[in-house]
């Protein structure tokens, strides 16, 4: 299945192959052949079961790292080097895990993980792969932490300057009773 359209100045086509999974990359190999591509122009979104759910991580090249359908497309592309977005969908924790009916707490994890792989496809095209991974690949929950650790940094560094100018004030009385005696 393919639609397209642009994004910005750029021509873009979506493209869903028909094949199984496993083979996708004869789709996408044709596709890339007919329109005059380079592996680099080619996006390829897929679920990835080694990423918790709702998690997006996006690299510029990289393994399948057993990934059936990645391989496939490798294989076909006659490179790794091409953008992936990957959308993680957890670890099973049941049989059948990837074509099950996920519990509605995963439901919503991963049609918020659909919307931002939607925001993140215009970002990726106008603003390239570099720029887009630094916005994509930051957990909120990381940064949280980390502006929280310095935070705290700050007030540890106020209280020490506190104490220091506490001890200070003490010693100048002492000083001035020694000049007075």
């Known amino acids: 299945m393919i639609a397209g359209g642009t994004i910005g100045s750029e021509k873009v086509a979506l493209v869903k192959p028909i094949t199984y999974m496993n083979n996708s990359g004869e789709a996408v190999g044709e596709l890339v052949r007919w329109y005059k591509l380079s592996p680099e122009d080619v996006l390829v979104i897929y679920d990835e079961l080694d990423l918790p759910v709702g998690k997006m991580r996006l690299r510029p090249e990289g393994s399948a790292a057993g990934h059936n359908g990645l391989e496939s497309i490798i294989h076909h592309l006659h490179t790794n080097k091409f953008p992936r977005l990957r959308i993680g969908i957890g670890r099973p ?3 059948n ?3 099950s ?3 509605m707490e995963e439901r919503i994890e991963l049609e918020t993980s659909e919307d931002r792989a939607v925001e993140a496809i215009p970002l990726i095209i106008q603003q390239g792969v570099t720029v887009a991974m630094n916005l994509i690949n930051t957990d ?3 940064l949280r932490k980390a502006e929280e650790k310095q935070r ?3 007030e540890r560094r106020e209280q020490e300057r506190l104490r220091k100018e506490a001890a200070a004030q003490e ?3 002492e000083a001035n009773e020694d000049t007075t005696s």
């Open 140 to 142: 909120p929950e990381a």
């Open 97 to 99: 895990y990837v074509l």
């Open 101 to 103: 009916t996920p519990s």
């Open 171 to 173: 010693q100048q009385p």
């Open 152 to 154: 705290l940094k700050r």
């Open 93 to 95: 924790t049941r049989q």
